[in-house]
């Protein structure tokens, strides 16, 4: 799961400073997320999906479909 969100952030050239950003935490706090260092709190997996246009699941690796749920 760690790899897809470093996979996703490198597919859009982005860089962990750029994620940290719109996380608002340091890129060291952004970068033990990335390899799996530091706990995720769900509010992260969900804007990281958000952001990313993909679901939770996918992020989490219990699906291979990226297209997010419908919303309610």
């Known amino acids: 799961m760690y790899e ?3 996979n996703l952030r490198e597919d859009r050239d982005l860089k962990q400073e ?3 950003r719109l ?3 340091t890129q060291a706090c ?3 997320y990335e390899n799996g260092r530091r706990d995720i709190p769900s509010e992260v997996w969900t804007r990281l999906a958000e952001f990313y246009g993909v ?3 996918y992020l989490l ?3 291979n479909e990226k297209q ?5």
């Not at 997010?68 to 309610?72: A, E, L, N, T, V």
């Open 4 to 6: 897809r969100i470093r």
């Open 30 to 32: 952004y970068s033990n």
């Open 55 to 57: 679901s939770v699941d």
């Open 18 to 20: 750029d994620l940290a």
């Open 23 to 25: 996380l608002n935490c």
């Open 61 to 63: 690796g219990l699906t």
């Open 68 to 72: 997010p749920y419908p919303r309610k």
